[in-house]
């Protein structure tokens, strides 16, 4: 939940003639982390709680994507590239090692 909540407030910086490209591309995917995995533990078997756990797990690469392309474009410092980078890569790693552990 947090993460999607910083992707938001990062992208507010982009340029405003991103507003229908990459500032909505990496909010959705950013808020979609958190809303796959909320749909898949609600009543679901445990295989389409690891299916939705999937769809999560893409939805956090896209959001990797979207942050590679806005510092090629110059919209974030190194630091700030780093900062949710990082994050990104713990949060990956927690992701799949749970995913794995669903039987």
Not at 54 to 59: E, H, K, P, Q, Y
Not at 70 to 81: C, D, I, M, T
Request: aromatic share 12%.
């Amino acid at each position: 939940m947090d993460y999607g909540e910083n992707i938001f407030e990062l992208s507010n910086h982009f340029p405003k003639d991103e507003t229908y490209n990459l500032t909505s591309q990496i909010r959705r995917a950013g808020d979609s982390i958190a809303l796959n995995i909320s749909e898949g533990s609600i009543g679901q078997s445990n295989p389409e709680f690891k299916r939705f756990m999937g769809m999560a797990i893409r939805s956090l690469a896209e959001v990797v994507t979207c942050l590679h392309k806005a510092r090629r474009r110059n919209y974030l410092s190194v630091n700030e590239f780093e900062e949710h980078y990082d994050f990104a890569y713990n949060l990956m790693n927690m992701m799949v090692s749970f995913k794995s552990k669903i039987k």
